[in-house]
């Protein structure tokens, strides 16, 4: 029987993944929806990473107003779901006294928009916040409360978290259809959601966070009529070696269209510089080019000159989901009944997350939708200890525990085969999914090592053949047949 | 966590630590090899063609062959073997080193040692040190894995194969895939000549009328899921995107695009690099910058033959065995590479007894001389029937040739002995 | 009848010119030293070549079994050499240098392990 559920989240990105947990603290039957084989797959996977410092949009923006929120929140959030985040600072480096002047405009803002203990900075303050700076730097500004987080970890996080307080996630379901059932206006009118493999289910409520496709979503429903335009960022990592990695992220003096390409210190130790800004017509152009590669390390190297392109690892694209006049459009329909718009969440949309989950449960609240609190809500998820984080004394617990845990499978990260079998069991099947989870894959080889470890375990835990694992689903499938006779004359 | 002592701990169980483990055990050493995989034998495991062995055996081998001969010849000797484990961390303590592992079956094992070999190999460079653009699809494997996949576990990886730089992994993986039923569509090399001997040109391409692609390069990937096709230019001042561009569809690219000796454990414990290896700087013993550390094989520099590879590391054991004698090392004088020379290994020349060296030539051609001079004094001369970058040259100096003893100096940072490889002035025809 | 090769004999390479069908009076061109002329007289007549490859194998341990030819077997032999290796499937316990198919094609050549595989 197709189940009917009190709400359902399409798109299971960072905004989606947020609004399904928070709304799974009531006692409401919700189900997320994601087109990938997995959670974060989209615009959320190849996001920089930078929680804002709430300086860099006006004061009469919506998006300003969460992102000083969603900032405030994400202690508690680290503290509950155990996601890499450093609250290292944001620093802008101004290089003149025009650019200055931009700065001095950025400080107004952030003062105005309530960003807590930002300062404007002389160079020899910028120097000994960040001792990498060009020299050439001459003031800028300091934002104490940015920091840096691993997007799609973050998601990992909320989903579970959300599944674990009894949301229904369904992976691979695309919506391509939408029926209406019961009147309009009365209490029994529902959605009918089809997928395009042919499976279906019902709602009550529909939230929008599709992304870049919330455009074509809302057109399903017969909503409201609007354009996300993709806006394509490249940005290059380096190795975990590299000398250019900083101790806060450094920003240059944004232009009226973006923040600008920036040098960034993860979490996990490596460095991402970029991204770059292109308008393109095409929702699923994640390909790099050769003349961005100049233009990001050009401005890399001039903010931190010791940014070298021998240390790159690997680079990528992602996709902004823009609106037209740059802020978020979170609202409900004027058009559709039940149905909300969560749509244009382009930066600071990552910072902004667990501020939109909290304005959508009061959209959905106002919208007559009864919240009850959940008492059996926990807020925690258990932590999964990684290997290379562990101290020599905790790696021996580790290992005496579960043994699998003194399997080393990536080389590079240092992952163990205990977090690969975890990523499995939480539900992250394929190569990607398993490489954003664990990090097996994404240090310097690439995965030239730890692949066929992967597969194998995968093979060992799921049981799919060698030829239905995928790198991230679809037709993205590793290797094609076993070797056999008659293919080869 | 388990606690255990030895003289000598061999890093990496492939072709390079067994052979310093059965030299240094042969000599009297306590000695463990701890190796990651569940195996020993290394990437010789997967290396199924023949090739291997000429040197060290007077026959023609298989890699397994190979290998499975280097773990006989620890028959009769008491080495420990540690496989399935990996090392993480190495320290240095008072003269004493220390060395985690781990394993899923040993837990956590501390050893105890006066002396680390490094063996642990190398590692492929892949797309990301290639920086081709364009979309991020599967179907890109490095050469190795891709043997890796088809020769042990028996997959094909696609049918329609395009195989980027043609060194001789490429090339032998171009003829692997052919008779696995694949299609290989092309081998895109950006030198102006391969990269590989010429037996695998003949045997792996021209055999099956594989096109060799030479000053070109791919310009871009395409494919969402799978790959579908890439660009190729030829390849110009800057960039390539150049007139004779063209596409060719695949579902498989392999890339062979050199390898990279891999020292992260090693940088981590102190040790210094070399810029153009990308191994350890080693003296005349194959000691690095941290006493009581050595390295050998592939893990020091990249070697076209195992053979060699089992030669510096049996000479690489012997030192070991000195040092743990207390055989002192006595001078040293410091070797570098000259002209058309890319590196030297060992970097330094010891007073006493046989040196052997091995080089990598930047140039290609015949009649080149080998030329080591003291001070600027000429102390060996050797023709060379034929150079080229892929294949490495070795020699021997003794340590007692008139000319060298005669011209004793050490100290200072100048290079006291140079390398180099010198084309002859025409000499009529 | 005319064929271009490339001396494998050693790393030089030169490029031979082979002409004559007659196997008495075949002549090379474009060699350097006496062993291009019988490397090319050999591949012109009858080229042949070292094979390896693998052999499923019922094992926990590997799915393929490593195995070569003995000596060079000609190429026209190859596809169906690989045909009949492909559609084996061998049993542990193997050990290196057991012969895996005797006499191939009635032509004296043996299909030989390569690896040791314990039961």
Request: net charge neutral.
């Amino acid at each position: 029987m197709m189940k009917r559920y009190d709400v359902v989240v399409i798109g299971a990105g960072v905004s989606g993944a947020a609004i399904a947990r928070r709304l799974s603290a009531y006692r409401l039957s919700i189900a997320l929806l994601e087109k990938e084989i997995d959670v974060s797959f989209g615009v959320s996977k190849a996001n920089s990473g930078v929680i804002h410092g709430g300086f860099h949009h006006s004061p009469d923006l919506l998006k300003s107003r969460l992102e000083i929120q969603g900032n405030l929140m994400y202690d508690k959030l680290q503290r509950e779901l155990h996601f890499p985040f450093r609250r290292c600072g944001i620093l802008v480096a101004a290089f003149s006294t025009e650019e200055m002047r931009i700065v001095q405009e950025l400080y107004n803002r952030g003062v105005a928009n309530g960003a807590i203990g930002i300062e404007l900075c002389n160079g020899d303050r910028m120097h000994m916040l960040e001792p990498k700076l060009n020299s050439d730097v001459m003031g800028g500004l300091f934002a104490p409360g940015g920091g840096i987080v691993e997007p799609y970890r973050l998601v990992f996080s909320l989903v579970e978290s959300a599944v674990l307080n009894g949301v229904d996630l369904h992976t691979n379901f695309d919506v391509a259809g939408v029926e209406k059932s019961g009147k309009t206006g009365s209490e029994d009118r529902e959605y009918v959601l089809h997928g395009s493999d042919g499976q279906s289910i019902r709602g009550r409520w529909v939230i929008n966070a599709a992304g870049l496709f919330a455009d074509r979503i809302s057109g399903l429903f017969g909503a409201e009529d609007f354009r996300i335009h993709p806006r394509k960022g490249e940005e290059f990592l380096l190795d975990r070696e590299a000398s250019a990695h900083t101790g806060r992220v450094i920003f240059p003096v944004p232009n009226p269209v973006s923040k600008g390409m920036l040098v960034i210190p993860t979490v996990e130790g490596t460095t991402m510089i970029g991204p770059t800004a292109l308008e393109t017509d095409d929702k699923e152009d994640l390909a790099t080019s050769s003349e961005n590669f100049e233009k990001v390390f050009y401005s890399a190297r001039r903010l931190i000159p010791s940014v070298s392109e021998r240390d790159i690892i690997t680079s990528f694209a992602g996709l902004r989901p823009s609106l037209e006049d740059g802020d978020f459009y979170i609202a409900r329909s004027e058009k559709a009944e039940r149905f909300v718009q969560v749509a244009g969440i382009q930066s600071p949309g990552l910072t902004a997350a667990p501020a939109i989950a909290e304005y959508v449960k009061d959209l959905l609240k106002q919208g007559g939708l009864e919240l009850t609190e959940d008492p059996d809500y926990q807020g925690e998820i258990p932590a999964v200890p990684r290997f290379r984080s562990m101290s020599l004394h905790e790696q021996d617990a580790a290992v005496k525990a579960d043994p699998a845990y003194g399997n080393i499978i990536c080389r590079c990260e240092n992952v163990s085969e205990a977090e690969v079998v975890a990523a499995i069991r939480r539900g992250h099947t394929s190569l990607d999914g398993i490489k954003f989870y664990t990090r097996a894959g994404m240090g310097r080889c690439q995965g030239g090592f730890c692949s066929y470890k992967i597969l194998q375990i995968l093979r060992r835990e799921t049981g799919l053949p060698w030829e239905k694992i995928t790198k991230r689903g679809r037709k993205s499938w590793i290797v094609r047949e076993r070797i056999s006779p008659a293919k080869t004359s | 966590m388990k606690h255990t002592e030895f003289d000598a701990v061999v890093i990496g169980g492939g072709a390079s630590g067994l052979s310093a483990a059965a030299e240094m055990s042969r000599g009297g050493a306590s000695v463990a090899v701890v190796e990651r995989e569940e195996t020993l034998g290394g990437i010789l495991n997967q290396c199924i063609h023949n090739g291997f062995g000429l040197h060290q055996y007077n026959e023609e081998l298989t890699g397994p062959e190979y290998a499975e001969r280097c773990i006989r010849d620890l028959d009769g000797l008491s080495v420990k073997v540690f496989t399935g484990m990996t090392v993480t961390l190495m320290e240095t303590e008072e003269g004493t080193q220390l060395l985690y592992g781990f394993s899923r079956e040993s837990g956590m094992v501390r050893f105890r040692c006066r002396a680390i070999v490094l063996a642990m190999g190398c590692r492929e460079r892949n797309r990301g040190n290639l920086g081709t653009p364009g979309t991020r699809p599967s179907g890109i494997f490095t050469a190795g894995l891709a043997q890796r996949l088809v020769n042990i576990d028996g997959m094909v990886p696609g049918r329609e194969c395009v195989i980027v730089g043609s060194g001789d992994i490429g090339l032998i993986m171009a003829r692997r895939m052919t008779w696995i039923g694949a299609r290989v569509r092309g081998v895109i090399e950006i030198q102006p000549y391969p990269a590989g001997i010429t037996r695998n040109i003949v045997q792996c391409l021209r055999d099956f009328d594989i096109p060799l692609y030479l000053s070109h390069s791919i310009t871009r990937i395409y494919g969402k899921d799978r790959i579908s096709g890439v660009d190729v230019a030829p390849v110009r001042n800057a960039g390539g995107e150049a007139s004779g561009a063209f596409h060719i569809p695949c579902d498989t690219l392999l890339l062979s695009v050199g390898l990279v000796p891999e020292n992260e454990i090693s940088r981590k414990a102190g040790v210094r690099l070399h810029p153009e290896t990308g191994g350890p700087v080693v003296d005349a013993r194959y000691m690095t910058s941290v006493t009581g550390i050595f390295a050998c094989g592939n893990v020091l520099h990249v070697h076209d033959l195992v053979d060699y590879a089992s030669e510096e590391a049996r000479h690489c054991g012997q030192a070991v065995l000195d040092y743990l004698s207390g055989v002192s090392a006595g001078e040293q004088l410091r070797v570098g590479a000259g002209r058309n020379v890319k590196y030297v290994v060992p970097g330094r020349f010891a007073l006493t007894g046989k040196n052997r060296f091995y080089l990598r030539s930047m140039i290609t051609g015949t009649g080149a001389r080998l030329c080591v001079r003291l001070g600027g004094i000429e102390v060996l001369r050797r023709k060379l029937p034929y150079v080229q970058p892929s294949e490495m040259i070795s020699f021997d100096l003794a340590a007692d040739e008139d000319a060298i003893s005669s011209r004793f100096t050490t100290g200072g940072d100048e290079t006291d002995l140079e390398v180099s490889l010198e084309i002859p002035e025409k000499e009529g025809a | 009848m005319k064929k271009d090769l490339i001396c494998i004999s050693c790393p030089i390479g030169c490029r031979l010119t082979v002409e004559g069908e007659n196997p008495e009076k075949i002549s090379v061109s474009g060699n350097r030293c006496p062993r291009g002329e019988i490397y090319g007289r050999e591949e012109a007549l009858a080229p042949s070549r070292m094979v390896t490859a693998t052999v499923a194998i019922e094992s926990e341990k590997l799915a393929r079994l490593p195995v070569k030819t003995d000596r060079p077997i000609g190429r026209e032999h190859i596809p169906s050499l690989l045909n009949q290796l492909y559609a084996l499937e061998l049993v542990p316990p193997v050990y290196c240098g057991d012969i895996i198919l005797d006499d191939f094609a009635e032509s004296g050549v043996r299909i030989l392990a390569t690896r040791t595989i314990e039961a």
